[in-house]
């Protein structure tokens, strides 16, 4: 009889390099999929990890090889402390995204470090990895992954809107979901609240105190990016040629340029919304700023909705869990309508620890 209840250690590190990403959840699947999350941790890196880690670009894939040993024992700590501390006796399997160093999907390569085997045998625990590589093998793009989890874990919203560096969108169209980057949006406050001294503008209180610059306002609008069809997605080079430039020629103060950006922001999230009175899920970083979320409530008859922190900050790894438990259970847990692949498919590479 197939399993029903999956006890699960998810693992995810992500773009920004805050730090590694672990929880422990239960997911059960009766009709539909539901999950409990009992505890969650960002463990922040070190000085030597984040230097490592942000210098990937420039190393040969031989470096690289080195480093995926080094990071996949380093992961192994980390999870084993995490299993300790809890007390985590009953795990069907730790599922880990492990950390991007290359993704040029146009190159069919994608590369994610610490999801050698050397991981399973360390932790003596069964480890499913290495999501992105068979979808990029299938002509696709090996991302976004996360929609699949929208949809099964969070049918309840219409829309599961996340806003990181970027705000990214996920929904059901026509029975297929439908995935994209909306616009820019923690990437560009994070660089100008930067100027002043400022990891982020907290709560959107700068940005609150400034005034539109409707000049800027308008070009910012008219970016060719927003006329094109989905999908489509951003990377921190499209910001540098495209958005940076328009803005520092203006000179502005940085709260106008923050209160302008964060308009931008809520009118491009609007008109994908379409004006309907939808549901919508808010997680990622940009959930707490709080002037943002109400300039976008001003602007759409959508319910918005703000989970607490957990499922703010942690709706990705908690889906890289499940990616895990459809991979065991053979299901699909890559889909071509978003990723653009030749079929959807089930990814993930299965270690079995030595003994
Ligand atoms: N209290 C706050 N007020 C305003 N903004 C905040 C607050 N807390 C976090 N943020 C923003 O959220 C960002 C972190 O968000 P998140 O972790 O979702 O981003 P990310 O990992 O870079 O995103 P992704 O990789 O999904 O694009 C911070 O860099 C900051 O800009
Ligand atoms: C290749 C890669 O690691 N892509 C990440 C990255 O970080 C955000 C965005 O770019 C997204 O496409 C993806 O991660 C999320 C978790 C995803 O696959 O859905």
């Known amino acids: 009889m197939i399993k029903t209840e999956y006890k699960v250690v998810a693992v995810m590190s992500g773009t920004s390099l805050d730090g590694i990403d672990i929880i422990y959840a239960v997911y ?69 995204h492990g950390h991007t160093a290359l993704h040029q999907p146009e190159n069919k390569l994608t590369y994610q470090i610490g999801n050698r085997t050397v991981l399973a045998d360390k932790l003596q625990q069964k480890v499913i990895c290495d999501f992105r590589v068979q979808d990029v093998e299938f002509g696709g793009q090996g991302a976004p ?3 699949i989890g929208d949809r099964l874990l969070f049918y309840n919203y219409d829309y599961c809107l996340n806003l990181g560096g970027f705000a990214n969108v996920s929904f059901e169209e026509n029975e297929k ?38 000049g800027l306002l308008n070009q910012l609008n008219q970016l060719e990016f927003y006329k094109q069809s989905a999908p489509k997605s951003l990377g921190l080079e499209w910001v540098k040629t495209h958005v940076f430039p328009i803005i520092d020629r203006l000179e502005l103060k940085t709260e106008d340029i923050l209160r ?24 990622g970083g940009g959930a707490y700023n709080d002037f ?62 030595k003994s």
């Open 177 to 214: 979901r439908i995935a994209f980057d909306i616009c820019p949006v923690n990437i560009v406050i994070n660089h100008f609240v930067s100027k002043i001294n400022l990891e982020y503008d907290d709560r959107g209180k700068i940005a609150s105190c400034g005034k539109v610059h409707e």
């Open 145 to 147: 992954l996360v929609p």
């Open 260 to 283: 302008t950006f964060t308009e931008h922001i809520s009118i491009q999230i609007a008109l994908v919304l379409k004006d309907e009175a939808k549901s919508i899920l808010i997680t």
């Open 28 to 96: 059960n699947f009766h009709k539909d999929w539901s999950f409990k999350i009992h505890h969650a941790e960002t463990l922040k890196y070190s000085t030597k990890w984040k230097t490592d880690l942000s210098n990937l670009v420039n190393k040969s894939l031989e470096e690289l090889r080195e480093l995926d040993i080094a990071y996949s024992k380093y992961l192994a700590n980390v999870i084993k402390t995490f299993i300790a501390k809890y007390n985590l006796n009953e795990i069907d399997f730790v599922s880990s």
């Open 292 to 353: 943002l979320i109400e300039r976008l409530k001003l602007k759409t008859k959508s319910k918005i909705i703000i989970p607490d922190s957990q499922i703010i900050e942690f709706k990705e790894a908690l889906v890289f869990g499940l990616l895990g438990i459809l991979r065991v259970r053979n299901e699909v847990n890559c889909l071509k309508s978003v990723t653009g692949a030749k079929q959807d498919h089930s990814s993930g590479k299965i270690l079995n620890p």
